[in-house]
């Protein structure tokens, strides 16, 4: 391996090569060449993949995936580095499709300022940065998804997601079932002490076989798990990662993956009571 030594006072040796294994150990020049050198082997996109997947291999992957949008038949060349054909496609670093002035601020200043179960076709407004700026209902509907888009330069950006009980205050509606197949974990994630707490809250609680009657509640399968999970305020880990795949019409595309996982800091015990945090 050869680099250009730029610091030369004349254009011959400016131009001239020199080989890393030319410099002596003891020169400070080589220890500082092996930092730079380890560091950009370790900002490498094989290299952040690889932690990607030691990391992921801790949580819980979510059946259902959700296509972003489709691809070129070039793009599948790039099949492997997906983060890269996403920012092909990005417009001012949005990680989600729509109008350029919603951006991931305007959705996350939007559920801050609206009070949650909304249900007015009515246009509204609320503040963002000073400025008063009309959202709807599809929009406060929209922003449970498209905040949770945002993803820090090296891709391992996480979210601490808690749902509160308050929205058991309303019957609780078909889209947030749907966001929550995408976004929430199930009883997988569970340490055996919330697990085992699980299995007596479904014998002892309320019949959700008539909650689901009288509501008429779809996604049953786990209904029961999700309202432990909001009963018990259990949070999760969340994070999601972009996969190049074919639709069933085997036309490329960009799919969004999602992961679950535990939060651990509830298993710690409390130095005073000497039971878990949880």
């Known amino acids: 391996m050869s680099l250009y030594n730029l610091n030369s006072r004349t254009q011959e040796k400016a131009l001239s090569s020199?080989?890393?294994e030319d410099i002596p150990e003891s020169d400070s020049l080589n220890a500082k060449l092996h930092e730079f050198l380890t560091q950009k082997q370790g900002d490498s996109s094989a290299s952040i993949a690889k932690k990607e997947v030691d990391d992921i291999k801790t949580y819980e992957k979510v059946e259902k995936k959700e296509m972003i949008f489709l691809l070129e038949n070039f793009?599948?060349?790039?099949r492997e580095e997906p983060w890269k054909i996403f920012q092909?496609?990005?417009?001012?670093?949005l990680y989600f499709l729509g109008e350029l002035y919603k951006t991931q601020k305007y959705y996350e200043t939007l559920l801050i300022s609206i009070d949650w179960g909304i249900s007015s076709?009515?246009?509204?407004?609320?503040?963002?940065?000073?400025?008063?700026v009309s959202f709807t209902y599809w929009d406060y509907i929209q922003a449970f998804d498209k905040v949770l888009c945002y993803n820090n330069e090296r891709h391992k950006h996480t979210w601490f997601i808690k749902v509160c009980a308050k929205i058991f205050a309303n019957p609780i509606q078909n889209w947030f079932l749907s966001w929550r197949s995408y976004h929430g974990p199930t009883i997988k994630i569970l340490p055996k002490p919330f697990l085992k707490l699980y299995?007596?809250?479904?014998k002892v609680s309320p019949d959700l076989n008539k909650?689901?009657?009288?509501?008429?509640?779809?996604?049953?399968?786990?209904?029961?798990?999700?309202?432990?999970?909001?009963?018990?305020?259990?949070?999760?880990?969340?994070?999601?990662?972009?996969e190049v795949d074919f639709t069933e019409k085997q036309i490329p595309c960009l799919?969004?993956?999602?992961?679950?996982?535990?939060?651990?800091?509830?298993?710690?015990i409390d130095p005073q009571t000497k039971s878990t945090c949880g």
């Open 255 to 268: 799919y969004k993956t999602y992961y679950n996982n535990f939060w651990d800091k509830l298993m710690k």
């Open 211 to 242: 909650l689901y009657h009288r509501e008429h509640i779809c996604y049953f399968q786990q209904i029961e798990q999700i309202y432990f999970f909001i009963e018990f305020y259990v949070p999760w880990i969340h994070k999601w990662v972009s």
């Open 88 to 93: 092909r496609y990005l417009v001012n670093e």
């Open 121 to 132: 076709m009515t246009e509204r407004q609320f503040s963002l940065n000073k400025v008063m």
């Open 18 to 20: 020199i080989h890393l």
């Open 199 to 202: 299995k007596k809250w479904v």
């Open 75 to 78: 793009d599948i060349l790039r």
